[in-house]
């Protein structure tokens, strides 16, 4: 049988569906095995956001119309929340997506749970996107739960955020506006022929005059977009415009920009990821006890030494090339070396 | 398995609209753990399997009241084998008369749960499904 990678390789829809299966159920695992694919250049990927039943799915749907006419390949990840009583999750974005008869090699639809995940998004998703970039889609959706200040990551894991708004929610718009004014890239009012679309754009239009993000020379400045995604209408005006801008000098700068923060972000988000996973794995063994003379700064000192030296040890075995290696591990001269210190303590049973 | 990562693809085939089973169906496995996909009424048997392919599921639970489960029900397993993905587990309910449930089994239909099964008995055969194929 072929190997994951050499299906990947060959582009096989299954292979692709797996893959993300194992970038969200062990993502520094599959991090690993999929750095094996080699760098890919970047493709276009947008981010929808904006509060529930907006209509970011049905958006979607209109978006993918456009595409499959055009005869671009579009790969879409939709993620909804994580229940947090049971973990489980009823992931629905897809119901308003899917078109008919659709071609599985042209239009690829994948549901996540947030997994309880603190960003909203979902715990695999960078490596998620970075299989879909692989696979060679054109154009790549991704549809956030609701926006909260939670939801920011959005805007460190695509080129372009839209924020999905509806007329009539004032109050709410007043509620997130510092989130939104911080992440949104463009506006979009759905459900436009409802009343109260003018008043939301006026509204929209203030806030953009006065947030301070948008006030220097030569900056981007969101644009404001009308749709009615269950007709289409305002939809492909929306399309066009989304591939015109790669050719706007003031966005091109602003995209260079945001992607030296966005490596930065995914850089520091990966760290904390990995070690997330260390950690619970070095203290899994450990029964805490809260008699014992260590304060919790002082243990999880000694976690750290401890996580640092396993994976020393790995490094070592298995070297890697080059020695960014050697000057990025833990423990080396210029650290105390706190490995050297008593075990870990385990608690008497 | 961690329940949690357990997917499973809940759709309507054929042509009647009525999906308040369906969906309660896939409330009861969310608040059970699993992580369901709902993809809405009158799917075609096509798009349900390329779905539950991108969906990369373990199982695909299929729900039709209009009586065309004999042919609509196996179409779903071919399909799923055509595209190499003979090992998503097919299970269908809704009302079945227990005279076809023989003839859906032998056409690879997993389970059949006709009205009044509970949330127990399918979990009870999420979880032998599961420990088969550990
Ligand atoms: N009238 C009207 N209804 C719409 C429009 N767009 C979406 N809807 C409806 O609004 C409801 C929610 O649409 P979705 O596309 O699921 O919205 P969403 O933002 O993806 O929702 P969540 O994923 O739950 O946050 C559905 O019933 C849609 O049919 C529109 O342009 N006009
Ligand atoms: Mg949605």
């Not at chain 1, 260079?256 to 950690?279: A, D, I, M, P």
Request: hydrophobic share 40%; charged share 25%; with cysteine.
């Amino acid at each position: 049988m072929p190997s994951l990678l050499d299906s990947l390789r060959d582009r096989k829809v299954r292979a692709l569906a797996q893959a993300i299966s194992l970038s969200e159920n062990d993502p520094i695992g599959a991090a690993e095995l999929f750095s094996q694919l080699g760098p890919v250049a970047p493709r276009y990927k947008i981010g929808l956001t904006g509060p529930p039943g907006s209509g970011k799915s049905t958006l979607i749907r209109a978006l993918l119309d456009q595409a499959v006419a055009k005869g671009l390949r579009t790969g879409v990840i939709a993620v909804d929340p994580s229940s947090p009583f049971s973990g489980g999750a009823l992931l629905g974005d897809r119901l308003r997506m899917q078109l008919p008869n659709f071609d599985p090699q042209q239009v690829f639809i994948r549901s996540l749970s947030s997994r309880g995940h603190l960003g909203g998004l979902s715990p695999g998703i960078l490596t998620s996107l970075s299989l879909l970039e692989h696979y060679g889609f054109d154009l790549i959706l991704l549809e956030t739960v609701g926006v909260g200040q939670a939801e920011i990551e959005v805007m460190y894991l695509v080129d372009l955020v839209l924020v999905v708004l509806v007329p009539g929610m004032g109050d709410e718009i007043q509620a997130m506006k510092s989130g939104l004014m911080e992440i949104a890239d463009l506006f979009l009012i759905n459900k436009c022929r409802r009343p109260g679309a003018e008043a939301l754009m006026s509204e929209l239009l203030t806030m953009l005059a006065s947030a301070p993000r948008f006030q220097e020379e030569g900056v981007w400045r969101p644009e404001i977009f009308r749709t009615e995604a269950i007709d289409g209408e305002g939809v492909s005006a929306l399309f066009e415009r989304l591939f015109s801008y790669r050719e706007d000098p003031v966005l091109q700068t602003y995209l260079q920009n945001k992607q030296r923060r966005r490596l930065y972000y995914q850089v520091f988000q990966s760290v904390l990821n990995t070690f997330r996973v260390w950690t619970a794995d070095a203290l899994k063994p450990i029964t805490l006890n809260p008699d014992q003379a260590f304060n919790a700064h002082e243990l999880a000192q000694r976690v750290i030494g401890e996580v640092c030296r396993q994976e020393r040890a790995r490094h070592d075995a298995q070297p890697l090339e080059g020695n960014i290696a050697d000057t990025l591990a833990c423990g080396s001269a210029s650290h105390p070396d706190i490995t050297k210190r008593d075990s870990l303590p385990r608690a008497e049973t | 398995m961690d329940k949690q990562k357990i997917r499973i693809l809940i759709a309507k085939v054929g042509l009647d609209g009525h999906d308040r089973g369906a969906k309660y169906i896939s409330q009861a496995l969310r608040d059970r753990g699993y992580e369901v996909i709902y993809t809405g009424i009158r799917q075609t048997t096509d798009d349900v399997a390329k779905a539950a392919v991108q969906e990369d599921v373990k199982f695909v639970g299929l729900s039709l009241l209009s009586g065309a489960h004999n042919q609509l029900f196996p179409k779903v397993v071919e399909k799923l084998r055509e595209l190499g993905a003979a090992d998503i587990v097919v299970f269908g309910g809704g009302v079945i008369p227990a005279d076809d449930i023989p003839f859906l089994l032998e056409h690879g239909i997993r389970a059949v749960f006709t009205p009044g099964t509970t949330t127990d008995q399918m979990e009870e055969f999420i979880r032998t499904v599961m420990e088969e194929s550990a």
